[in-house]
T-cell receptor, first 113, second 112 residues
């Protein structure tokens, strides 16, 4: 079975631009979570979606938004990019929102110049 | 954002040695997880713990859920070069909240 997939792998954007990152969960998993990982740190929670609804949100500004589609795939959108948004964006899936075991994709490396 | 206290930050060991690392929190968790991350990849789940006092093994890896529910430990026995990477602990508080809180990681280097 395929694991969590994310696209694109790498992305370079300019300050002020907008970006959309995509994630497909493991087949059968209904919950998708997004994390931001800056160099030298552990992942930081951004959003959790379950059954197409937002179920949790981390301490990130409103420039960050996400959604989940009927097939359980998800998009993370970031508006008005700042240099500090440069990071590895990780998507994790689990079969239920209250399950601890989350399986991560390879991430999207975003560089903002 | 909140992060767990994970130590040590880095370890340089000889192949064949045993490794121990730990993670502590000021809050109680009902789930502890250990992940390994290699360069350019996402974290890979190694062990999941769900009960205080639980001791779980996965090959040469053994992890324990502390009885206070505020800490966890990971041991790697007889290390090999492919154990190189960054090991992260993660905790989940429970209830309907599904988000994981991560430590800063322990970077493991193994000399052949």
């Amino acid at each position: 079975d395929a694991g969590v997939t994310q696209s694109p792998t790498h992305l370079i954007k300019t300050r002020g631009q907008h970006v959309t990152l995509r994630c497909s969960p493991i087949s059968g998993h209904k919950s998708v979570s997004w994390y931001q990982q800056v160099l030298g740190q552990g992942p930081q929670f951004i959003f959790q979606y379950y059954e197409k609804e937002e179920r949790g949100r981390g301490n990130f500004p409103d420039r960050f938004s996400a959604r989940q589609f009927p097939n359980y795939s998800s998009e993370l959108n970031v508006n008005a990019l700042l240099l500090g948004d440069s990071a590895l964006y990780l998507c994790a899936s689990s079969w239920d929102r209250a399950v601890g075991e989350q399986y991560f994709g390879p991430g999207t490396r975003l560089t903002v110049t | 954002g909140q992060q767990l206290n994970q130590s040590p930050q880095s370890m340089f060991i000889q192949e064949g040695e045993d490794v121990s690392m730990n993670c502590t929190s000021s809050s109680i968790f009902n789930t502890w997880l250990w992940y390994k991350q290699e360069p350019g990849e996402g974290p890979v789940l190694l062990i999941a713990l769900y009960k205080a006092g639980e001791l779980t093994s996965n090959g040469r890896l053994t992890a324990q859920f502390g009885i206070t529910r505020k800490d966890s430990f990971l041991n790697i026995s007889a290390s090999i070069p492919s154990d190189v990477g960054i090991y992260f602990c993660a905790g989940r508080a429970g209830g309907s909240q599904g988000n994981l809180i991560f430590g800063k990681g322990t970077k493991l280097s193994v000399k052949p």
